[in-house]
């Protein structure tokens, strides 16, 4: 119900923001491979896929994509 409201780009704000003030080089995050929302939300902010990864979840392992934000 949140969807759409700001929260979500002003997190992510605060986290390039503080990820920038620690002169980190990139920012890595991995989202899951069907949740196409997240994938367009994150592209919005530079965000590129670079990998096919997995995760486990309990006894499942969901298939995930490797998003990486370059800072440098």
Do not use: C
Request: charged share 20%; glycine share 12%.
């Amino acid at each position: 119900g949140r969807t759409g409201k700001g929260i979500g780009t002003a997190l992510m704000d605060w986290a390039l923001t503080f990820a920038n003030q620690q002169a980190a080089g990139a920012v890595q995050l991995s989202v899951y491979a069907e949740n196409f929302g997240a994938h367009r939300f994150y592209e919005h902010f530079g965000f590129a896929k670079i990998g096919d990864i997995t995760f486990k979840v309990g006894d499942h392992i969901d298939p995930e994509y490797l998003f990486e934000l370059r800072l440098d």
